[in-house]
Each structure stands twice: as structure tokens, then as C-alpha cells.
């Protein structure tokens, strides 16, 4: 099998497995309590913010562990946009690009529905940037937050995120950004990138599902999502996950430690893949920016075809891959990042996502090249009979 669905999940690490066994097993401590066990437990948990902070450049304390991105996005979004309209009610509005993941724009949607937010969506050019125009012409007076993703997760397009987070410090919005898919692949210091509060999954980086993080500046104030003990300096209670955050701590320091030569190794992986598989399907639609792209993923429309039709006849030739968002899988619609793109919604419905792991190779990939044009010529074929 060639596994080319890492924007999905990655598989664990062993450097993780083994950095987080002793807190399944013997140290097994409640963090909160106050006897050597749970000691040791809480300090396990401060090194493992420590180590977080230090690849961020970012104090500890503005370190939040949750169970993952879609709860950092969800903690950032109504968090911070709740609290500042608390502080000042004229603050009713939040800014989101039009190719958020849904965890950003369910969130956004339900500040709109429940609690009286306007949603301004900032639109994309046909590559799936967002232009600093286009997002300079989104901030309003009334707006309480912007967040505008890092890396796009399905077309793999890279946002000017130091640009647009300056846009709105000049203008005293806090900007969020989703990093989820960025992390090991771009640099994540967050004073580099100007900004407020950044969004992180620890499976993505080689970390068991179920870890994540937040970070926030220590200024800003968050309303939380999850009431009771007051862990996490009262942002995100809940007795921690010491062997979750160990694990992220522990894959998040390997994959910055590799982070530069992983990514130029790919990146020329991927032009190649880009090329061979447009060469084999001379229809072929290749999705996201020529340039402005994640090392990882290459991702495609293969108009005359059925996205999912595709993935079956590349299943069949042991090559592992997905149409997209895995948290949209199952659903009959067109992608709503490929028709904020321009695309039409039947060609949108052709859509196939390729991403790798770091330790992807010139040989799977030349496979994997060769199966596109065999199965997308098979897909083709069976509809013309």
C-alpha cells in the first residue's frame, strides 16, 4: 500500500509512542493531585508545555492542550469573539476566509446563529488565495476577530499570513490562524507570523489522535468552552491528557527539528508528481497555487470522471489517497473550497487529494503517478460504455 492521505492522519511516530508510554502505564497521575504521583505527572505536563512554547517562541502559559484542532479552532473562534463582545458590545462581527475548514466555519456560523455575530467571508482568487485587498475590505470597526488558515487543507494553498495578520493589528483585531495542516512542513514562530492565537493537531505530526493545541497571547481574554476545575489557567478544564500532551510535545519537536530539509525533500517530490501525473492525464486540472503550496499535498480535478470512482480504481492499485477533507468524506456535495475557487460543481465532484508523510519516496510516488493514468483511464473508459 502507498499511503498518500497524510492531510487526513499520519501514523504515530515510535519517538512518541515511547515518550508517552510511561504516562499510560506507571505514571499514571492526576496532574491536579497533590502527592508524588500526580508531582510527577504535573511535571511531565509543564515540560511538555515548555517544549511546545519553545518551538512556538511563545511563553508557556500561552500554551492551551486540548483534544485537538477542531476544539482549538472552536476554543479560538468563540473564545476570543465572545469575550471581546462581552467587554465591548459593539464588537459583533467575526472575518473568515471562504476555504476555512468546517471546524472554523461551523464555529463562525454558530456565533452568527446563536448569538447574533455577522459573518464576514473573505473571498479567494482561483487559486485559493485570499489577497490582502480582499481581506483589508473584510475588517470593519464591529469586527472582534479574524482568522484566516495557514495552509488549506484539501488544495494545499499557503495564505500570506504575516501580511494579512498585520492587516488587522493595524487596526486592533486579534487575527487566529489554523495551522493544523502547516505544522511541520512551515515555519510556526509566532512572533514571525504576527499572530494572536494559532490552532495545532497533534495527529498530523505523527501523535495519537486526541491532541492538540492552542496557543493565545497571554493578553487575550477567552471565554471557555469547557467549565469545571479551571485547568489549563482556566481556559480549558478537564483533568489534562499528560500522555497526549507529552506525545504532541514530542512530535512537534521532531517534526520542527526536521522541519527544513523534510520540506525541500518533498516539495521536489512533489513538482515531480505534480508533473508526471498532469502528463499522464493530459486533462487533468492540477487545484490550489502553482507556487504558494504545501510541500505535502498535490491535489487535483480529473474532469469526465467521479472523484470517488477514481479512488477506488487507485484503491485497487494499492494506492491510498481521498477526495478531499476527511471530515467532509461521505457527503454527495462538491467541495465548498473548490467552488470558492471558480470551480464548476461537476468538475469540483472529479476532485482527488494527494498528500504525503515526510518519509514519502521517489519511487511511491512514481507509482502512484503511473496508477493515476491507469485509473482514471479505467474510470473514463467504464463511462463511455
Request: with cysteine.
Amino acid at each position: 500500500m502507498i499511503f498518500l492521505d497524510a492531510a487526513a492522519t499520519t501514523p504515530v511516530r515510535r519517538e512518541v509512542l515511547e515518550a508517552m508510554w510511561p504516562y499510560l502505564s506507571g505514571e499514571f497521575g492526576n496532574p491536579s493531585s497533590h502527592h508524588s504521583l500526580g508531582e510527577a505527572a504535573a511535571d511531565a505536563l509543564a515540560e511538555a508545555r515548555a517544549a511546545v512554547a519553545k518551538v512556538l517562541g511563545c511563553r508557556a502559559g500561552e500554551v492551551t492542550f486540548t483534544s485537538g484542532g477542531t476544539e482549538a479552532d472552536n476554543l479560538a473562534l468563540k473564545g476570543i469573539a465572545l469575550a471581546r463582545r462581552a467587554a465591548d458590545p459593539s464588537l459583533d462581527r467575526v472575518a473568515i476566509s471562504a476555504i476555512e475548514h468546517p471546524a472554523v466555519e461551523e464555529s463562525a456560523d454558530y456565533l452568527r446563529r446563536v448569538h447574533g455575530f455577522t459573518v464576514d467571508v473573505v473571498p479567494v482568487d482561483r487559486h485559493g488565495l485570499v489577497t490582502p485587498e480582499a481581506f483589508a475590505a473584510a475588517l470593519r470597526p464591529e469586527t472582534a476577530l479574524a482568522s484566516i488558515m495557514y495552509a488549506n487543507n484539501e488544495v494545499g494553498t499557503v495564505q500570506p499570513v504575516r501580511e494579512l495578520a498585520g492587516l488587522a493589528a493595524g487596526r486592533g483585531i486579534p487575527f487566529h490562524s489554523d495551522a493544523v495542516q502547516a505544522a511541520g512542513w512551515l515555519p510556526l514562530r509566532v512572533k514571525d507570523l504576527g499572530v494572536d492565537a494559532l490552532s495545532l493537531s497533534g495527529h498530523k505530526l505523527g501523535a495519537p489522535k486526541g491532541s492538540g493545541v492552542l496557543f493565545a497571547k497571554g493578553r487575550l481574554r477567552m471565554e471557555p468552552l469547557v467549565h469545571g476545575g479551571g485547568q489549563e489557567r482556566g481556559r480549558r478544564s478537564g483533568t489534562e491528557n499528560v500522555a497526549g500532551a507529552v506525545a504532541f510535545a514530542t512530535a512537534l519537536t521532531l517534526a520542527a527539528d526536521e522541519q527544513q530539509l523534510v520540506a525541500a525533500r518533498v516539495a521536489a517530490l512533489r513538482d515531480a508528481f505534480i508533473r508526471a501525473v498532469l502528463q499522464a492525464v493530459p486533462g487533468a486540472v492540477l487545484t490550489g497555487h502553482p507556487e504558494r503550496r504545501l510541500p505535502s499535498v498535490a491535489s487535483f480535478c480529473f474532469p469526465g470522471t467521479s472523484g470517488e470512482s477514481v479512488l477506488l480504481e487507485l484503491e485497487r492499485r494499492g494506492v491510498v489517497c481521498s477526495s478531499g477533507s476527511a471530515c467532509a468524506a461521505g457527503s454527495d456535495a462538491p467541495s465548498p473550497v473548490l467552488l470558492a475557487l471558480g470551480l464548476e460543481a461537476e468538475v469540483a465532484q472529479t476532485a482527488v487529494r494527494f498528500s504525503f508523510t515526510s518519509a514519502v519516496t521517489e519511487a511511491e510516488l512514481g507509482q502512484a503517478a503511473a496508477a493515476v493514468g491507469d485509473a482514471v483511464g479505467s474510470v473514463m473508459g467504464i463511462g463511455r460504455r
